[in-house]
């Protein structure tokens, strides 16, 4: 009797601690889907300021469709509950956004006006940032089969890890505008792992 109690108590405290990961896995799927819907926002309005060009406007509407289509299928996903599918589908909708304005643009440098109340929002966003590009370096790299850009892109996450990690530090002891500092350094080499796998980033 006492073996089957404590049987019961051992699947018990099992299934809690599945659940308890399982609540976190959807918590960070969650916050890394809002941080790539905030860039993809973010870009929308100069791909739609480019639906006037005549040069490039039907380009852009197609892109545009393209961009929301995708982004419709996140939401549903994210509806019903299959975060993994809607954080795929919003990652390949940035990717597309990034891809359509690089090709538009034609070389032309593409700037965005953020502000911030304090460095701990500034630090904060780049935080949400870093996550969504490493997650998107993540999902590159188990495609690409070439070791020296394998070895090349974790050499350059290994880096960024360690520039984020010191960042928390600095966070933590409040001194934010060092940690936001860190932050950027660190997507730096988050970027150039991203172009070692062939996306394009600006």
Do not use: C, W
């Amino acid at each position: 009797m006492n073996r089957l109690f404590f049987g019961t108590l051992a699947g018990l405290a099992s299934a809690v601690a599945l659940a308890d990961t399982d609540v976190a896995a959807n918590a960070f799927l969650r916050e890394n889907l809002r941080a790539i819907t905030d860039e993809v926002t973010m870009y929308r309005p100069a791909l739609q300021a480019m639906t006037g060009d005549p040069r490039v406007g039907r380009d852009a509407r197609e892109s545009l469709q393209r961009i929301d289509a995708l982004m419709t299928e996140s939401a549903r996903f994210a509806g019903q509950t299959r975060l993994d599918e809607a954080v795929k589908r919003g990652e390949a909708a940035k990717r597309l956004a990034i891809q359509a304005m690089v090709k538009l643009k034609s070389g032309q440098t593409v700037t965005h006006a953020l502000k911030f109340e304090t460095p701990a929002d500034e630090y904060a966003y780049e935080l949400r940032r870093f996550e969504s590009n490493e997650m998107l370096v993540g999902m590159n790299l188990q495609e690409s089969t070439d070791a020296g850009v394998r070895q090349r892109v974790s050499g350059e996450l290994d880096t960024a890890k360690r520039l984020r990690q010191s960042a928390a530090g600095d966070a933590a002891a409040g001194r934010h505008a060092e940690a936001v500092k860190q932050m950027e350094t660190a997507a730096v080499h988050l970027n150039r792992a991203l172009q070692a796998l062939g996306v394009p980033v600006f």
